[in-house]
């Protein structure tokens, strides 16, 4: 998406004002403090750029920036930044509420900003090894490198987290064992608790109940003599009075079962008195039993029930870990398949990067000499982190990451004599933006961001270095939406479309403009542009072929 509308109001000196971009190089231009620069800050506040108070136009609550992006399929999306007194600042994005945060990495995918302010895209290592990449046509190793190193970083995190709990893993494995034999030895029975109890109490009294049982049997045979005749006795006179009267044959009945019922409790207290077990032996392995279901009941839960429910969910602990400590073995096996893996896309990438780098470099560097730092060098710094335990390569190991093995810097030097430093140590806006110009043509074709904003590209140059420089935007133009704020008659002429920043007295205050230019009004701004007097014809006709390409 490139950027078709931005709009801006009560901001700074600009009461209002809309600006349409096109494909292609879009120029602005118009008189120093015309407010050209402002509209590039308001890009940049699109970007997620921090956002000031300071700029809300005097008499005004809050200023009211926007931005339209756009595809060819019709695609838009919106982008708009609230700037308020109360410094309750607001962003959003396709009328959602935003952060700063938010419209940077949307903004980051759309536009690159070179110039003066503080996004820069370009002086981010990782764009410039993304570029680099592109420029080798390595971005599918790259996406390899990428897949590889994160699967590998996931499986040595894996690994790192099961050797830090091992020595824990362990003594757990062997206390969940002691306990699950303890209670598996136990061979615990639901319910069994109630019936031992119950034989204990009977085999604590065993010897008193002997003794009881024993002196009831010889009661009741002491007394056999005297109370079986006699029951005899009354058994034949009930049935005597029986066959007189049938009613009465249940009674006699009774009485003969009576009598059958204590002869065979006679007899059962013999034979229970003669059962007794006075074994004190199994007593003592009862209490012993008892005595071992209290403690695992103690332990382990209020039940036997609960117990074994603990037991269970002990062996289920216990697989898990021993599981654990199968997989720690299958990881080292996995680590190796993928670290062969990362060995083999790491070096094929740095292969890419080290031959891409060279040819960079000397595109670039070809570059800023036609724009006017013919004694400028351009260098790819390719640093690398040595680690015993790292990829091999060169007959050394390196440190790697999803990046791969390389730590890409551009360098420049733009004078001779200098030693090269980063692009973000540059501190010229002009010579930086100049680099980023080189950089771009050189790119042009790897770099997939759609819009590219230059703002004091021209700072100290003319005359052909100017044209030069116009050529190149030109070709930069041909693969991106190319927005360029200049000085520069040459530069303006190259132009897809011209926009022309005026200011303005207007009701007591001055206020900022912006118009497209054709025709005559675009010619007798290049005249102006030119230092010329737009009324005179050798202005016109110099504007005129810078215009039409015979200049």
């Known amino acids: 998406m490139t950027l078709r509308r931005l709009r801006l109001a009560e901001y700074a000196l600009i009461d209002e004002v809309e600006v349409?971009?096109?494909?292609?190089?879009?120029?602005?231009?118009?008189?120093?403090?015309?407010?050209?620069?402002?509209?590039?800050?308001?890009?940049?506040?699109?970007?997620?750029?921090?956002?000031?108070?300071?700029?809300?136009?005097?008499?005004?609550?809050?200023?009211?920036?926007?931005g339209l992006f756009g595809d060819?399929?019709?695609?838009?999306?919106?982008?708009?930044?609230?700037?308020?007194?109360?410094?309750?600042?607001?962003?959003?994005?396709?009328?959602?509420?935003?952060?700063?945060?938010?419209?940077r990495e949307v903004g980051e995918r759309r536009v690159v900003l070179h110039g003066q302010h503080e996004d820069r895209l370009l002086v981010k290592g990782a764009v410039q090894r993304k570029l680099l990449d592109a420029f080798a046509g390595a971005e599918g190793i790259a996406e390899t490198v990428s897949g590889a190193a994160e699967a590998l970083a996931a499986l040595e995190a894996e690994r790192a987290e099961l050797e830090d709990a091992e020595r824990r893993r362990a003594e757990r494995i062997d206390y969940l064992r002691s306990q699950v034999e303890e209670i598996d030895a136990a061979e615990i029975e639901p319910g069994e608790e109630e019936s031992l109890a119950s034989e204990a109490e009977r085999l604590r009294h065993s010897t008193e109940?002997?003794?009881?049982?024993?002196?009831?049997?010889?009661?009741?045979?002491?007394?056999?003599?005297?109370?079986?005749?006699?029951?005899?006795?009354?058994?034949?006179?009930?049935?005597?009075?029986?066959?007189?009267?049938?009613?009465?044959?249940?009674?006699?009945?009774?009485?003969?079962?009576?009598?059958?019922?204590?002869?065979?409790?006679?007899?059962?207290?013999?034979?229970?008195?003669?059962?007794?077990?006075?074994?004190?032996?199994?007593?003592?392995?009862?209490?012993?039993?008892?005595?071992?279901?209290?403690?695992?009941?103690?332990?382990?839960?209020?039940?036997?029930e609960e117990v074994l429910e603990t037991a269970r969910r002990m062996r289920e602990e216990l697989s898990e870990l021993e599981a654990a400590e199968r997989r720690a073995a299958s990881l080292d096996a996995e680590r190796e398949e993928h670290f062969r893996e990362l060995t083999v896309a790491t070096n094929a990438l740095a292969d890419a990067r080290e031959a891409a780098a060279d040819r960079l470099e000397a595109a670039v560097t070809d570059r800023l000499a036609e724009l006017g730092m013919g004694e400028g060098t351009f260098e790819i710094d390719l640093s690398r982190r040595p680690d015993p335990g790292g990829v091999p390569r060169g007959g050394e190991r390196w440190a790697w990451s999803r990046a791969g093995l390389e730590?890409?810097?551009?360098?420049?030097?733009?004078?001779?004599?200098?030693?090269?430093r980063p692009l973000s140590r540059i501190a010229s806006g002009g010579e930086l933006s100049r680099v980023m110009l080189a950089l771009q043509s050189a790119l042009a074709a790897a770099d997939r961001t759609p819009t590219l904003v230059f703002d004091e590209i021209d700072a100290g140059i003319g005359g052909r270095i100017a044209h030069r420089v116009a050529a190149q935007l030109k070709a930069v133009a041909k693969h991106h939406q190319v927005i360029v704020v200049t000085h520069l008659a040459q530069i303006a002429a190259a132009a897809d479309r011209h926009l022309v920043v005026e200011k303005a007295p207007r009701d007591e205050r001055t206020v900022i403009s912006a118009r497209s230019v054709d025709d005559e009004d675009r010619v007798r701004e290049v005249s102006r542009l030119l230092g010329g007097d737009p009324d005179r014809d050798v202005s016109r006709h110099h504007a005129e072929e810078l215009l039409t390409g015979r200049a």
């Open 72 to 103: 060819a399929r019709g695609g838009e999306r919106l982008v708009r930044r609230e700037i308020r007194r109360d410094r309750s600042n607001r962003c959003y994005l396709d009328g959602d509420m935003a952060t700063a945060r938010m419209l």
């Open 20 to 66: 349409e971009f096109g494909p292609g190089l879009n120029v602005l231009t118009g008189e120093t403090g015309a407010g050209k620069s402002i509209l590039v800050e308001g890009v940049a506040l699109l970007l997620g750029a921090r956002a000031s108070t300071d700029a809300i136009r005097e008499g005004a609550e809050r200023a009211v920036v926007e």
């Open 209 to 304: 109940r002997r003794r009881l049982a024993g002196e009831l049997n010889r009661a009741l045979a002491e007394a056999d003599d005297a109370v079986a005749p006699a029951l005899a006795g009354l058994e034949r006179h009930l049935r005597r009075l029986a066959e007189l009267d049938a009613d009465l044959a249940p009674l006699a009945d009774r009485l003969t079962s009576v009598r059958y019922d204590l002869e065979e409790v006679g007899r059962e207290l013999g034979r229970y008195a003669d059962a007794v077990d006075l074994d004190p032996g199994r007593l003592a392995a009862v209490e012993e039993r008892r005595d071992l279901l209290f403690r695992l009941r103690r332990k382990h839960g209020g039940s036997l």
């Open 407 to 420: 730590r890409v810097e551009f360098r420049i030097a733009p004078n001779a004599g200098e030693s090269p």
